[in-house]
T-cell receptor, first 113, second 111 residues
Framework: GQQLNQSPQSMFIQEGEDVSMNCTSS?????WLWYKQDPGEGPVLLIA?????ELTSNGRLTAQFGTTRKDSFLNISASIPSDVGIYFC?????????????FGKGTKLSVKP | DADVTQTPRNRITKTGKRIMLECSQT?????MYWYRQDPGLGLRLIYY???????NKGEISDGYSVSRQAQAKFSLSLESAIPNQTALYFC??????????FGPGTRLTVT
């Protein structure tokens, strides 16, 4: 089935550093979503993107819908310890079933104080 | 109170047993979903429902069944549990847009 390539798989950074991660698809997507999952909890929606080129911020988080419609990026500025967790991208492609969001495998973020 | 609740949060069961996982929501959303999460594999869709009379298979429905008892309730059953069904199970809801909102999960172990 359709897959999203999410990279990097894991990141180890120092508190205060900026973070970048991305997702790519082999087909065009019309929606990109970014989620964060804390240990033992369900994913929490961070940002939703609906338009190619769209740039949306949520506090220190900024996500972009790539202009090719096949990728999306998430940046975290000035990381803090509570940013630790797994970040997932998810998308919906043109022609896909309305029930089926496709998820990346996640980027695990570790922050050293 | 949480908008999406799942019970139980943890369950250990034996191979061959029937088990039901329950999901309730107070968000008033029509659409509900069941996902399975395995380490390194991300989230995979098991079943989804757009309203009480609508049930659809997802990517990995074999070995699972669901029941949509009401707008607010969506249950997942494993008719005869097997060890490779050991995983985290998440329920999610959606208001009809692409955004989905997840419950806290059920950790299921089949021995």
């Amino acid at each position: 089935g359709q897959q999203l390539n999410q990279s990097p798989q894991s990141m180890f950074i120092q508190e205060g550093e900026d973070v970048s991660m991305n997702c790519t698809s082999s087909s065009i997507f019309n929606t990109w979503l970014w989620y964060k999952q804390d240990p033992g909890e369900g994913p929490v929606l961070l940002i939703a993107l609906y338009k190619a080129g769209e740039l949306t911020s949520n506090g220190r988080l900024t996500a972009q819908f790539g202009t090719t419609r096949k990728d999306s990026f998430l940046n975290i500025s000035a990381s803090i310890p509570s940013d630790v967790g797994i970040y997932f991208c998810a998308g919906m492609n043109y022609g896909g079933s309305q029930g089926n969001l496709i998820f990346g495998k996640g980027t695990k973020l570790s922050v050293k104080p | 109170d949480a908008d999406v609740t799942q019970t139980p949060r943890n369950r250990i069961t034996k191979t061959g047993k029937r088990i039901m996982l329950e999901c309730s929501q107070t968000k008033g959303h029509d659409r509900m979903y069941w996902y399975r999460q395995d380490p390194g594999l991300g989230l995979r869709l098991i079943y989804y429902s757009f309203d009480v009379k609508d049930i659809n298979k997802g990517e990995i429905s074999d070995g699972y069944s669901v029941s949509r008892q009401a707008q607010a309730k969506f249950s997942l059953s494993l008719e005869s549990a097997i060890p490779n069904q050991t995983a985290l199970y998440f329920c999610a809801t959606s208001p009809g847009t692409y955004e989905q909102y997840f419950g806290p999960g059920t950790r299921l172990t089949v021995t």
